[in-house]
């Protein structure tokens, strides 16, 4: 594992955008695993910034997504689709046919998630794929307790995740209690994965990530001891503890 360490958000920001952007020019056809939540948002808004004034391509890159609520159509306000779509896709030249995310909505869940592994398999599996981290250590939206060897599930969504996520919801009972994800195993079969950690509420996730090298169930985030390839881009207050 690798650590870069940031000065603050906007520092962390810009550090995982450059390196975004630099791996894009390096491979034009790039399968991008794109991930959502507050912590990339920064990170979509100086890719948007160098497109705009460098006008690096996206025409051939691929992306697909970790995760995305069961229940939410699409076009719902705090869908994953929706998010994406308002925070990058819509200001990028990444065509929509080359744009995936897991259906949510689909009538037989586990049928999307066989269609969805079979898609990554077709793309050639993930280059690089970007990772926050949940204050319980859940990546994508793998909980504590999850196996390590599926690929997209189904999982249901644990309290405390439901209250961090409330924020972007009216209350918390809006939130939707499922969701589906790709699995561990999913992200560990990318050849490269990038994690970001910003604040102090990731602070004991970064500790607990980095003060050893157990690989625990309980702490979805260890799995990532496994892979040979993993950089972690993580701002002072992340670091405060470790
Ligand atoms: C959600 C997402 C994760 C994300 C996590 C942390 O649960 N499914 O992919 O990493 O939240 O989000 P934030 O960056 O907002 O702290």
Not at 37 to 52: C, Q
Not at 188 to 209: C, F, H, T
């Amino acid at each position: 594992m690798k650590i870069i360490e940031a000065q603050d958000y906007g520092d962390l920001s810009l550090k995982a955008a450059q390196y975004v952007i630099a791996k894009v020019k390096e491979k034009s056809n790039i399968v991008l695993g794109l991930a959502t939540g507050s912590t990339p948002e920064g990170t979509y808004k100086e890719i948007i910034r160098d497109f705009n004034d460098h006008h690096t391509s996206y025409r051939y890159v691929r992306s697909v997504n970790l995760d995305e609520y069961v229940g939410l159509s699409k076009d719902h306000p705090n869908s994953y689709h929706t998010y994406m779509f308002e925070n990058l896709f819509r200001h990028l030249d990444l065509p929509e046919d080359q744009r995936f995310l897991p259906d949510g909505n689909a009538e037989d869940l586990e049928d999307e998630c066989r269609r969805y592994d079979r898609l990554i398999q077709s793309l050639g599996g993930v280059d690089l794929q970007l990772l926050g981290i949940g204050q319980n250590g859940h990546i994508g939206f793998n909980e504590p307790g999850t196996t390590f060897d599926q690929r997209t599930h189904t999982v249901a969504l644990t309290r405390s995740t439901r209250k961090a996520n409330a924020r972007f919801f009216n209350s918390i009972n809006e939130v939707p209690a499922h969701a589906l994800t790709m699995g561990i195993r999913s992200i560990l079969d990318s050849k490269e994965i990038l994690l970001l950690a910003s604040g102090k509420s990731k602070a004991e996730a970064i500790d607990r990530l980095l003060r050893n090298q157990k690989i625990d169930q309980d702490f979805p985030a260890s799995s990532l001891h496994k892979h040979s390839n993993v950089i972690i881009i993580a701002d002072r207050d992340a670091l405060s503890i470790a």
